[in-house]
């Protein structure tokens, strides 16, 4: 996997910025589904979890490239 991604030309700074980016992104799906939807709040809380949820993965990766860099 780490491989593939580095043929893709992906680097450990654009997986760390993605992290970033998600976390971003968690607070707006959350803040979207909070005004925009007719339901209850905890559909909204769902919602930023399961995209804040991508922020660790993204870490992760940015972790396995940057050994893979340093390698």
Same mark, same amino acid.
């Given at each position: @996997? /780490?491989?593939?991604?580095?043929?893709?030309? /992906?680097?450990? %700074?654009?997986?760390?910025?993605?992290?970033?980016?998600? /976390?971003? *992104?968690?607070?707006?799906?959350w *803040? *979207?589904?909070?005004? @925009? !939807? %007719?339901?209850?709040? !905890?559909?909204? %809380?769902?919602?930023? /979890?399961?995209?804040?949820?991508?922020?660790?993965?993204? @870490?992760?990766l940015?972790?396995?490239?940057?050994? %893979? !860099?340093?390698?």
């Open positions: @996997m /780490i491989k593939l991604l580095r043929s893709l030309g /992906i680097t450990s %700074d654009v997986t760390y910025l993605a992290a970033v980016a998600s /976390i971003g *992104a968690s607070i707006a799906a *803040a *979207a589904s909070r005004s @925009m !939807e %007719d339901a209850p709040r !905890e559909k909204a %809380d769902r919602w930023g /979890i399961y995209v804040g949820l991508w922020a660790p993965t993204f @870490m992760a940015g972790n396995a490239l940057k050994i %893979d !860099e340093n390698g």
